[in-house]
């Protein structure tokens, strides 16, 4: 069983940067997609961006390509995504999932585990 707790969130301005990070307890095994994801109100789940475990596969949603980088650390079982130029439009839940294996899909019911999520609100 894969627990996920996301951190970083906060309120920052328009233009300005935040790191979210993703931390894993329990077995991570090479196959492990990590994606995070948003909910803005009234909103579906919304994908933002994958990155393989075992190496450095990426994939983003268009509408955070340049701005956004996602990472992880094995050694510390934890993703990231550095969000950069943010935008009143990117205030939402972020949130972290993963699948166990399989490609970096953007669609949330093919991850299996999930955080809890974590606040970003981008002020302009």
């Known amino acids: 069983q894969v627990q996920l707790v996301e951190s970083g969130g906060g309120l920052v301005q328009a233009g300005g940067s935040l790191r979210l990070s993703c931390a894993a307890s329990?077995?991570?095994?090479?196959?492990?997609?990590m994606g995070w994801f948003r909910q803005a109100p009234g909103k579906e789940h919304e994908f933002v961006a994958a990155i393989r475990w075992s190496g450095s596969t990426t994939n983003y949603a268009d509408s955070v390509k340049g701005r956004f980088t996602i990472s992880r650390d094995i050694a510390k079982k934890t993703a990231y995504l550095q969000m950069n130029n943010l935008k009143s439009e990117d205030t939402a839940v972020y949130y972290c999932?993963?699948?166990?294996?399989?490609?970096?899909?953007?669609?949330?019911?093919?991850?299996?585990?999930w955080g809890v999520g974590t606040q970003v609100t981008v002020s302009s």
């Open positions: 999932a993963a699948r166990r294996w399989g490609g970096l899909t953007v669609s949330s019911s093919d991850y299996e585990y």
């Open positions: 329990g077995s991570i095994f090479s196959t492990y997609v």
